[in-house]
């Protein structure tokens, strides 16, 4: 989105407050309160975590995959997989950590750049964050049904080998 506004000095652009509109709209429509504590409390870590990573991925250059965006989101992504199971609260939870990691980033950073949230770079990372999210959500549903098949499997194997035979 190249839409983007001047408030009090920032510039804020309109994937920003879409991302926040959608992530609220998710909250307001999530049943229990203690779930949106929940919600918002992941969001805050992960906010965290991205501020974290983004600001000193590049002092342990080992640890880095593909590249620092890549690094980044695959352990954003992971972290939100595991502790996020329904799609909405994902997208939900990451959208609002991000957006929260974007505006420490920016306050970190203020005396040396302008603030600015939601540029092309942080949407370019948003949508591979969710990816990243949504793939390792699919990978662990996939590995738990197949877990459990196995284990329905093995079990029947067990029984059918302890019955008697009835001749």
């Known amino acids: 989105m190249r839409w983007n506004t001047d408030l009090g000095g920032i510039r804020v652009y309109g994937c920003t407050l879409l991302l926040l509109a959608v ?3 998710v909250m307001i429509r999530t049943p229990s309160f203690l779930y949106r504590f929940h919600l918002l409390s992941i969001a805050l870590l992960l906010g965290s975590v991205y501020f ?3 600001e000193t991925l590049h002092l342990m250059p ?3 995959w593909l590249s620092s965006e890549w690094t980044v989101a695959a352990s954003v ?9 329904w799609p909405p609260l994902q997208i939900a939870g990451l959208s609002l950590g991000l957006l929260i990691g974007d505006a420490m980033s920016a306050c970190a950073h203020r005396e040396q750049v302008a603030m600015t949230l939601g540029q092309a770079g942080f949407q ?6 969710v990816f990243a999210a949504r793939g390792w959500s699919l990978l662990m549903e996939g590995m ?4 459990k098949l196995a284990y329905k499997r093995v079990r ?8 008697p035979e009835n001749d």
Not at 124 to 129: I, N, P, V
Not at 144 to 147: I, K, N
């Open 23 to 25: 992530s609220l709209l």
């Open 52 to 54: 974290f990573l983004k």
């Open 62 to 64: 080992a640890v880095i």
């Open 77 to 85: 992504g992971v972290l939100a997989a595991a502790l996020l199971r």
């Open 124 to 129: 370019d990372e948003w949508w591979l964050t």
């Open 144 to 147: 738990v049904a197949g877990s």
């Open 156 to 163: 029947q194997r067990m029984r059918t080998g302890r019955e």
